[in-house]
């Protein structure tokens, strides 16, 4: 997903004091608004050395938390939840410092983030109880078996840029709740919302087991380097070389990659709905989501009045640079790389034959790019196959069903889609058919706002444990069995 460093600021001064040519090493990083270029703020670059320090501290602070127990360490959540509710509208004003966002969209990070406090504060005392197996056991008439549920020491977790706050959220607070500490690596694109987080928890006085470091990839390695097990939220590519540095070290790891995910729209489907749908699917956070619509594959019958009516939908979304007053329904991407990989693959879909009915083109403002329809697309072309990350909707038309099923799994990834009729149970055929973490018949998202689901993407989409329910909490912990005799 992001490609672009935040800009780093040399320690130019403290080089010409010393009469070095050379410039000394980057030591801060800025981070700027990128639809008006405005400077939101500065970090610390923190080094190797700096990391390993904060992993070694909180080390040694773990136990008593892990000792807490789920009843003491609710309290400290619940309390974090109020400071999220009361800190709403300056998080969001830091959080859309730093993406150019419109004001709708800076806001559902903050309202992420206290719902999934609440449930994770509320629910892990459940999620991490003892389990007995089954008394059916021979060994059970002799011995009493217990699964205990046992927190890795210290977790690190690496996210994106796409949702400064509700990325570190999803993953900081289960890890906080199984009793783990938490390194917490945001992107050098965004890192100014989760220096908030950290702020949150240090002013309502919790016990000091979660750290933010800022950096660039360097310091993410560090984070892999040093701590227990890794949480990794980002693009396939960087995936990758965590996957190696955690198998190298043998620790154990978590990843939630990039997605292409298709929306199949049915010859019987509600049109209007699935237009508008599949509108916001793909513009909502101007494309910049993982669980986006980034393929559209229309049955034949249907396919030009559906994309008349995706049009029009999409012809109504006002964009602009907005202030704290909410005027847009989309605003900036996030950095200027970003709109070079939207701007390439309309470009290239055009040159192999795409149309565009709508948009096509940056607004000249920032990083700011038009909302997209691009109509009679096909495989060969990079909208088709690779991650976009911004507001295009390429549609497609397929003959029937089962070729609507085939384009759609035709794909590296497998994160999440949507099916589109008005025959539930047909939908619910197709969806079993397809080759994606979730599936949501007539809407898109709801998935991710049910937290009790299970999370994550098939193939290049992700690896290792999943995000929500109970299996959300018990991915930071080791599993104890203990065995105790009767009598
Ligand atoms: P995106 O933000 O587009 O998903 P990346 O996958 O490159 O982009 O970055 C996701 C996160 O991973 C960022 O916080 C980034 O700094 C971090 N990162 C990049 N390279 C590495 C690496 N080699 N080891 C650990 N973390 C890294």
Same mark, same amino acid.
């Given at each position: 997903t992001a490609r672009k460093t935040g800009t780093r600021k040399s320690a130019g001064t403290a080089a010409k004091?010393?009469?070095?040519?050379?410039? @000394?090493?980057?030591? %801060? =990083?800025?981070?700027?608004? +990128? /639809?008006?270029? $405005? #400077?939101?703020?500065?970090?610390?670059?923190?080094?190797?050395?700096?990391?390993? @320090?904060?992993?070694? %501290? =909180?080390?040694?602070?773990? +136990? /008593?938390?892990? $000792? #807490?127990?789920?009843?003491?360490?609710?309290?400290?959540?619940?309390?974090?939840?109020?400071?999220?509710?009361?800190?709403?509208?300056?998080?969001?004003?830091?959080?859309?410092?730093?993406t150019g966002k419109a004001r709708v969209d800076s806001l559902i990070d903050p309202a992420f983030s206290v719902d999934l406090t609440g449930y994770y504060a509320r629910r892990a005392a459940k999620f991490l109880a003892d389990e007995h197996p089954s008394p059916h056991s021979p060994l059970a008439r002799v011995k009493q078996l217990t699964t205990v549920f046992r927190p890795y020491q210290v977790v690190g977790v690496i996210t994106p840029w796409n949702f400064p706050l509700a990325m570190p959220v999803i993953d900081v607070i289960p890890a906080l709740a199984a009793g783990a500490a938490v390194i917490l690596k945001p992107s050098e694109v965004t890192p100014l919302s989760a220096v908030e987080l950290a702020r949150g928890w240090r002013e309502i006085g919790a016990p000091p087991v979660f750290e933010v470091v800022t950096g660039a990839g360097e310091t993410g390695a560090a984070v892999v380097g040093n701590a227990d097990y890794i949480q990794f939220t980002g693009s396939t590519a960087t995936g990758r070389k965590i996957a190696a540095a955690c198998t190298e070290r043998m620790i154990p790891f978590s990843l939630e990659l990039g997605g292409k995910d298709p929306a199949i729209v049915l010859a019987d489907a509600d049109l209007d709905r699935a237009a508008h749908g599949i509108a916001f699917?793909?513009?909502?956070?101007?494309?910049?989501?993982?669980?986006?619509?980034?393929?559209?594959?229309?049955?034949?019958?249907?396919?030009?009045?559906?994309?008349?009516?995706?049009?029009?939908?999409?012809?109504?979304?006002?964009?602009?640079?907005?202030?704290?007053?909410?005027?847009?329904?989309?605003?900036?991407?996030?950095?200027?790389?970003q709109a070079q990989i939207v701007q390439r693959h309309v470009e290239d879909a055009v040159k192999a034959g795409a149309r565009i009915t709508t948009g096509g083109k940056r607004t000249g403002v920032g990083t700011l790019f038009e909302p997209t329809v691009l109509?009679?697309?096909?495989?060969?072309?990079?909208?088709?196959?690779?991650?976009?990350?911004?507001?295009?909707?390429?549609?497609?038309?397929?003959?029937?069903?089962?070729?609507?099923?085939?384009?759609?799994?035709?794909?590296?990834?497998?994160?999440?889609?949507?099916?589109?009729?008005?025959?539930?149970?047909?939908a619910e055929r197709v969806a079993r058919q397809l080759n994606a973490g979730a599936v949501n018949i007539n809407d898109v998202f709801a998935n991710m706002f049910s937290f009790a689901l299970p999370m994550g993407g098939w193939g290049l989409s992700g690896t290792g444990a999943r995000w929500g329910g109970a299996n959300g909490v018990r991915k930071y912990c080791r599993q104890q069995a203990i065995t105790k005799p009767l009598l």
């Open positions: 004091a010393a009469g070095k040519s050379e410039p @000394a090493p980057a030591t %801060e =990083l800025e981070v700027r608004n +990128p /639809a008006t270029g $405005a #400077l939101a703020g500065t970090v610390p670059i923190d080094t190797a050395d700096t990391v390993a @320090a904060k992993v070694r %501290e =909180l080390r040694a602070h773990q +136990p /008593a938390w892990e $000792a #807490l127990g789920p009843d003491g360490r609710k309290e400290w959540l619940l309390k974090l939840q109020d400071w999220l509710v009361d800190n709403t509208d300056r998080l969001a004003d830091v959080l859309q410092s730093e699917g793909g513009l909502f956070n101007a494309g910049q989501v993982c669980i986006s619509v980034e393929r559209v594959y229309v049955e034949a019958p249907v396919y030009d009045e559906f994309l008349a009516k995706l049009t029009a939908a999409v012809r109504e979304i006002r964009q602009g640079v907005d202030g704290r007053k909410p005027e847009f329904d989309m605003g900036a991407l996030a950095n200027e790389n109509a009679d697309v096909d495989h060969t072309m990079s909208c088709m196959t690779e991650e976009t990350f911004g507001p295009t909707l390429p549609v497609m038309k397929v003959a029937d069903e089962a070729e609507a099923v085939r384009m759609a799994n035709d794909s590296i990834y497998g994160l999440s889609a949507s099916v589109w009729s008005g025959d539930k149970d047909r």
